[in-house]
């Protein structure tokens, strides 16, 4: 993590940063539809071991699959203690850990699913990411994604398509 690039250091700080104030911001948005949309979207999770990527502040937690193992991974570490203190709303057995989605630290084949919410827009380099992911699934090949944002710069929108050959 100390060899972090300028545009993933700036990242890293950027959501420090917010992580004050991220979930106050984002209040509305999470009620007026985005909690329903985790559930379906975790709902479609399957298998013993999965990853989720860019974790935040932990909104994801209340959906995790019972009796799974997760770990969950955020470059930020303001992100990630938001994200500690949410830990017993996870039914999973949940590990969270500081990691860059660019340098994924697993061996490969690791999870069953790979899981990201919002996060690929804010990974300097994306497609690096989407294939560290992909390296990182067993063959079942289940990765879920969702952005936030249109595919509006190169690097989205390659993204964007290799998002598309990793979710199927
Ligand atoms: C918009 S937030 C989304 C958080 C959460 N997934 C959610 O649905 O609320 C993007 C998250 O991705 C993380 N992130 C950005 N770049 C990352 C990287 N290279 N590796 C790991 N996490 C990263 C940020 O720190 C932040 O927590």
């Given at each position: 993590m100390d060899s972090l690039d300028k545009a993933t250091q700036l990242t890293r700080r950027r959501y420090d940063r917010a992580s004050r104030f991220y979930d106050r911001m984002e209040g509305l948005l999470e009620k007026r539809g985005f909690r329903d949309w985790r559930e379906q979207l975790w709902s479609m999770v399957h298998g013993s071991r999965i990853l989720e990527v860019?974790?935040?502040?932990?909104?994801?937690l209340p959906y995790h699959p019972a009796g799974t193992g997760i770990i969950a991974i955020d470059l930020s570490s303001g992100m990630l203690r938001r994200a500690r203190g949410r830990?017993?709303?996870?039914a999973a057995r949940l590990e969270l850990f500081e990691m860059d989605a660019q340098h994924l630290e697993f061996p490969d084949a690791s999870f069953d699913a790979v899981v990201a919410t919002f996060v690929f827009c804010s990974v300097p380099d994306p497609v690096k990411a989407l294939l560290d992911c992909e390296t990182g699934?067993?063959?079942?090949?289940r990765g879920l994604s969702a952005r936030a944002?249109?595919?509006?710069s190169a690097s989205t929108k390659t993204a964007h398509e290799a998002r598309q050959s990793l979710c199927g």
């Open positions: 860019g974790v935040g502040t932990g909104k994801n830990a017993a709303q996870s699934l067993a063959t079942r090949r944002c249109p595919p509006f």
